[in-house]
């Protein structure tokens, strides 16, 4: 991403409680979330973001991701979903 030119990575995090500072402190327009975090933390995510005062559109990242699931993401608020073998 960062060889792209227009957007930018402002910050790369690993767990719940850094990402979450991030998104307080840094408002990014785009956040692209791993699917690993879990479900129901990812849901919860987009549906907080999704009523934000600055909106953040998330895009949900997989190893592996079932049709439902990827229904039950884009439901809860994300713009997209990609698995993590799709082609760049």
């Known amino acids: 991403m960062e060889a792209i ?3 930018r990575v402002v910050a790369v995090e690993t767990n ?3 990402a979450v500072t ?4 840094l408002q990014p327009s785009l956040l692209i ?3 690993g975090f879990g479900i129901p933390t990812v ?3 987009l549906r907080l973001l999704s009523v934000a005062e ?3 559109a998330v895009i949900v990242w997989g190893a592996s991701m079932s049709e439902s699931e990827a229904v039950r993401f884009l439901q809860a608020g994300a713009a997209g979903v990609i698995r993590k ?3 760049l």
């Open 43 to 45: 849901t919860d995510w």
């Open 5 to 7: 030119d227009g957007p």
């Open 33 to 35: 979330v791993d699917k």
């Open 16 to 18: 719940v409680e850094d």
């Open 85 to 87: 073998t799709a082609p």
């Open 22 to 25: 991030a998104l307080r402190e």
């Open 54 to 56: 600055k909106p953040t």
